[in-house]
């Protein structure tokens, strides 16, 4: 299968979900930052211009759920729907106080499109401060909750965590802190570890992650562990020295990252999604531009069991 990129334009924290039914479920930050709009096609090429599309959440007049909707991701957990996000209270203070706190919604009904979509509240980690990008997967019958957030005593502005679950949005147990933005290419902008998103291949939990400022510098780090290991134990984990995947001057794509993966139509291909901007952001915050567009392409597997991501494809 051949994919046209970019897949979604203007949808920067693209997640891609395949579900049972034989539909593509995409998710993403809305430019607007206002709503959260579900898509769904059975082909990923469909995403774009034939999908289906209804917003199922719009912000609230005000609070810790009205401004700056980002980074949502949808899951399927023991039958019911599950969207996974973070929101502010401000759209112009970015302190630990006036920032990001991380929130979900459940749907119980089989179709997520309907409108029974239900707040659970927001996700209560160890310290109140800003957090976003949580993603979650499953391993050996427990679920695992992986975030970025503040830490009041750690120079920077994100780390990533990692905790089990008791259920879908309440967090049980040790966290672990998982990764600091400690090596040179995570650091440049801002220290930043954010936007977490896990496969499982080959006995391994794979983390991929994302790091430095949202310009062309973000670029996509690796952590990983074996399943057999006890995935709360930090020496269980292994991080990259390098970015696994940046930008591509040659291509003109750049600061690619924020990615999920998927699967191919046929199921025989391991895809990544992620954002990228096609050219460097001139000038003011990164974040106020939204050129940041969904993309799509498959990769390969090393000898090693870790995924090989090349570069941005082109346009």
């Known amino acids: 299968m051949e994919y046209r990129n970019p897949v979604v334009i203007n949808r920067a924290d693209p997640w891609i979900y395949k ?13 607007d930052y206002q709503v959260i709009e579900l898509r769904r096609a059975k082909k990923i090429n469909d995403l774009d211009k034939t999908s289906e599309i209804k917003i199922i959440w719009q912000a609230h007049q005000s609070g810790h759920l009205s401004q700056l909707i980002w980074a949502p991701e949808i899951h399927f957990i023991d039958d019911k729907w599950y969207v996974y996000f973070a929101a502010s209270d401000d759209a112009t203070r970015r302190d630990a106080h006036h920032h990001h706190r991380m929130f979900v919604l459940e749907n119980a009904d089989s179709d997520p499109f309907s409108d029974h979509w239900e707040e659970k509240g927001q996700v209560q980690t160890h310290q109140e401060s800003f957090s976003l990008d949580a993603t979650v997967f499953q391993l050996k019958d427990e679920l695992y909750y992986c975030w970025a957030q503040l830490e009041p005593t750690i120079p920077g502005n994100s780390n990533l965590y990692l905790a089990k679950m008791s259920n879908p949005w309440t967090l049980k147990g040790k966290i672990l802190t998982l990764s600091l ?37 973000y670029a996509m780090g690796l952590l ?23 930008s591509s001057e040659k291509n003109q794509q750049f600061g690619p990252g924020h990615n999920s993966f998927t699967v191919s139509e ?41 995924p090989i991501f090349g570069e941005p494809v082109a346009d």
Request: net charge negative.
């Open 181 to 217: 933005p400690t090596l040179p290419w995570e650091c440049i902008g801002f220290k930043v570890n954010e936007g977490p998103a896990a496969i499982i291949r080959n006995d391994k939990v794979i983390i991929a992650y994302s790091a430095s400022a949202t310009d062309e510098n």
């Open 19 to 31: 579900h049972t039914d034989g539909y593509y479920y995409f998710i993403a930050t809305h430019p």
């Open 224 to 246: 990983w562990a074996n399943i057999s290991d006890d995935l709360l134990d930090g020496y269980s984990w292994h991080k990259s020295e390098k970015p696994v995947f940046k």
């Open 266 to 306: 046929d199921g025989k291909k391991d895809l990544l999604v992620y954002h990228a901007r096609p050219e460097k952001n001139k000038s003011g915050d990164p974040l106020a531009n939204p050129n940041r567009h969904a993309r799509i392409q498959s990769f390969e597997w090393g000898a090693d069991g870790l």
